[in-house]
């Protein structure tokens, strides 16, 4: 159905300029809508799916107008030259602005992105080589061949072959493993930072994508125009580059054409309907725009594109979106050696984490062996989950030390210790609610392959994509989800969710499993597969650290339990000598004396 | 922005070659800091906004644009288009308010958004003209000024934030977008494109003070701002509402939980915000002159201030911004071409050393 629409809309845009009844001024539009759909394309990879945004696009434009403007003219050199320099420079500067602010809070870009659109503006009004104010005329048009695409309807062919390839490289690259990276950023950097994800990179990757397909866009503008000034390169020009992907469907690729196409053609009319109604040639579209923007963001965040695609799914009563089998892969992906069983995995050694002046984690010390499933059990607020931040590297230590196979991972972030081969759960289900689940347990394997962007972008990484992608069938069919590979997670329930991310850890291939809470919100017969998975697991050779508060699930499955309250550790034995340790049962039920006064005496006396 | 004072001596050296001298530089410096001290308040407000409700208001500067050329526009001896404004955003608001109440909230209200967003805009629309038609002195049309714009700032509040006060900082951030374009052109239809200066001070004279010729109204305007700045922090320290935006600064959710809501805290933030942006607007508009795009660059000038106050600190914004406000008039007479560009450029480098400094920040989702 999809492909069906697509073929329809290549044969209107190659009939279009051919049909001899087309007014020159739609081929012009066209070629408009055309080169904005560029910028957006590269807004909807940064906004919508990235989560960051940029209000400066047109900066990025400029510069690629602008570079093969001077070059063609002044200098004299080819167009095929000038959009070589308009792609370097266009990478070079939203690399080094990446680089800035990117390590900053998500606001900062787009803050930076306006000042950087204003130097820009006001460098080409000043510069003398740049014609200041008048801007460059006399820009030849781009020959392939030998035949030039002086006419309208002649460039019109090579920006829309751009635009298509375009589409194709942004749905090759948030299809593939670089993809689901950039696709965690929204709302899952620190978990992707778990996982070996190098967030920053990839928020880099996204800013860079955006600005070097804007210059693009620069570099066909100033040659479909044949003159650059200033004036077009301005802010606004930037804000309405962002409204038409915010209206369009900031998260789908085709709302990005669909997006350019609506406000082009509304602004358009706009300044032609209302100075005949107000007797005003004031810039009326600004208010409208502002306001249908606003409109946008109360009642339909996602943009218009998506409520389009569901009614005509409705219409026709297809699913639009069918998911793609897992391709076979040549091999599947190599593992980890495991290390001998009753070896020392890990060694925690008097950790320390204090929040202010509250002391979270008091002191904690205690060793996991290989193959051994360890329980962290203890009540509400006693400090569990800190400990697992600790170990993660998620949260600094305040003092203490974490030995990982003998290597101490104390000081390391997250995303190396993820690389040592620790995978972990969260307490508080954090998956991409609309990714599928196939796709969400992929992002778990993310340091198991290599691929870059390039590869990616002209999808040449198949086999590579297609070993990531059986390893979390694998790992799914393994936790007993084999029949939902293609649900959007978020549609899982809460119990079956938590199972996801076991999977998602196990994709990571790790020697070392932390599960925080597990058996949440599952049912009884759940529970016990979930539990004769782990053991499973623990007979390959796996270790696990485990929180848990269902004591049958923990007694019937651990090897060794640590007792946590209050931040210290109170108890440390074999599930037998815990159940009849006076302090755990004290710490959970309060004591034998009632008096609440006194049984917190006694706690602090066995501390 | 011109810096009047700056351009002259930039032209000036042209002239006669003057080079940089001691003399010059405490000129500069003067002319810097009344500039300096506007930006300072754009910078405390942008602080003010983001800390209290996560919005990054980039239309701050629409409310100096706006105070400053309803005021022109009455010292000319004109009537503001932003008599029409106010019953525009009220009929707006009133006809929501209707239609939740057609969807069940509670009448009780609706008497009090009667009034508030229909009765006030309408009796200003009749009262003003009737106000003007008596030529009044600066300071009445001053006072008329706030009263046009300022009930603009909560209004805006409740019809662009309000309905999405709970998402990401960055829809907050692009709503802020959408709102500056939208005022940006709202501004071009009511005051149309050109530029308005008000000649007439609000004190004539001059006074020497270190050696250096004042006039009145600059040290009224700076005057004016440490006023300003001196009253939100009594009003933060020593007042119920100002500790409620404190508490709301510093723990939103805590807040909530103790009956401080989003709603209210919003309100009365943009109220203030507003307030400070529209005395801003009246006291600029007699050094510089001013379209209905220079609050903008105004405002924008300030987040750069703001920027290297890391958009939480206070002390830190406000010298941040009166920084800009002196390097921009050195740079007016060093090379005036490029002010803008070192203006707005300076941001690379301060960001570049905030990552260094701050190791890790934490994005709020």
Known sequence: MKRLFLAFFIIFLVVLPVFPGTPEFWINQMNSIGIASLVVLGLVVLTGVGGLTSFGQAAFVGIGAYATAYLSTTAGYSPWVGLLAALVLTFVVSYILGQVTLSLSGHYL?????????????????????????GIPGIPPIEIFGFSLLKAKHIYFLIWAFVLLAVWFSKNLLDSRPGRAIRSLKSGAGMAESFGVHTKYYKVVAFVYAGVLAGLAGWLYAHEQRAVSPSTFGINYGIEYLFMAVIGGSASIWGAVFGSTLILTMKDHI????????????????????????????????????????????????????????????????????????????????IRKEFGGLVA?????????????????????????????????????????????????????????????????????????????????????????????????????????????QEAKKQLERVGL???????????????????????????????????????????????????????????????????????????LTNHLVVMDFGTRIAEGTPEQIQVNPVVLEAYLGGVDDDLGISIDAKGANV | MANVQALLLFYLSKEKK??????????????????????????????????????????????????????????????????????????????????????????????????????????????????????????????LTLLLVVPLGPMLYRLAYEPVAEHSVLTLLIVSIAVHYALVGLGLVFFGAEGWLVSEPFFDGTVEIASLTWTYQSLFVIGMTVAIIGSLWLFFGKTLYGRALRATAVNRRGARLVGIGTSMSGHLTFFLTAL???????????????????????????????????????????FGAIAIGIIEAFTTFWASDYKEVIVFGIVIPVLLLRSILVKHEEDEE
């Open chain 2, 18 to 143: 003057q080079k940089m001298d001691w003399s010059i530089a405490k000129i500069l410096m003067q002319d810097g800091l009344v500039t300096g001290v506007i930006y300072a308040l754009m910078a405390v407000s942008l602080v003010l906004v983001f800390v209290v409700t996560r919005i990054i208001f980039i239309a701050q500067g629409e409310f100096v644009t706006f105070g400053a050329l309803t005021f022109a526009i009455m010292a000319d001896g004109g009537k503001p288009g932003t008599i029409w404004l106010l019953p525009m955003f009220g009929v707006a608001l009133f006809l929501k308010e209707l239609y939740f109440v057609h969807k069940g909230k509670d009448r009780k209200t609706l008497l009090k958004s009667l009034g508030v967003f229909i009765v006030y805009p309408l009796f200003l629309l009749w009262a003003v003209p009737v106000v003007l038609a008596t030529d009044p002195s600066l300071w009445v049309k001053a006072f």
């Open chain 1, 110 to 134: 787009p803050l930076s992105t306006i000042a950087v659109c204003l130097v820009f503006y006001y460098l080409y009004g000043n510069l003398g080589f740049l014609g200041r104010h008048d």
């Open chain 1, 361 to 469: 984690v008091n002191d904690i010390s205690f060793n996991i062996k290989a193959g051994q499933i360890m329980g962290l059990i203890g009540p509400n607020g006693a400090g569990k989950s800190t400990t697992f931040n600790l170990i993660t590297g998620v949260y600094p230590l305040t003092s203490g030390s974490v030995r990982f196979m003998g290597q101490e991972i104390a000081a390391l972030s997250s995303r190396k210790i993820a690389a040592l081969g620790v995978g972990r759960t969260f307490q508080h289900v954090q998956l991409l609610p609309t990714m599928s689940v196939l796709e969400n347990v992929a992002l778990g394997a993310h340091l198991r392959a290599n691929t870059g962007i390039v590869q990616s972008l002209l999808h040449i990484e198949r086999d590579s994509e297609a070993q990531l992608l």
């Open chain 1, 482 to 556: 084999g029949n939902y590979l293609y649900e959007q997670a978020g549609n899982l329930s809460l119990g079956q969710q938590r199972i996801v991310e076991i999977a998602r850890a196990l994709a990571l291939d790790p020697t070392l499993l932390l599960l925080d809470e597990p058996a949440a919100g599952l049912r009884y017969k759940e529970k016990q597969e979930l539990a004769s998975v782990l053991s499973g697991l623990r007979d390959e050779g796996m270790s696990i650290l485990l929180v848990e508060h269902d004591m049958d699930f923990v007694m019937r």
């Open chain 1, 271 to 350: 300044q032609d309907i209302v100075p005949q109604l107000l007797n005003t040639s004031a810039n009326f579209e600004m208010v409208v725009f502002g306001i249908v923007m606003v409109l946008i963001l109360h009642h339909a965040r996602e943009g218009l594109w998506p409520i389009l695609v569901n009614f005509v799914a409705r219409f026709t009563g297809s699913r639009l979106v069918q998911p793609k089998p897992v391709p076979a892969a040549s091999s599947a992906l190599p593992q980890r050696n495991r290390p001998q069983h009753g070896q020392v995995i890990l060694e925690v050694d008097n």
């Open chain 2, 276 to 318: 400070v942006g529209a005395l801003s607007g009246i006291m600029i508009v007699s050094f510089i002159t001013i379209t209905y795009e220079t609050g903008f660059m105004i405002g924008l000038k300030g987040f750069v201030g703001a920027i290297i106050g890391g958009l939480v600190s206070y002390p830190l914004a406000a």
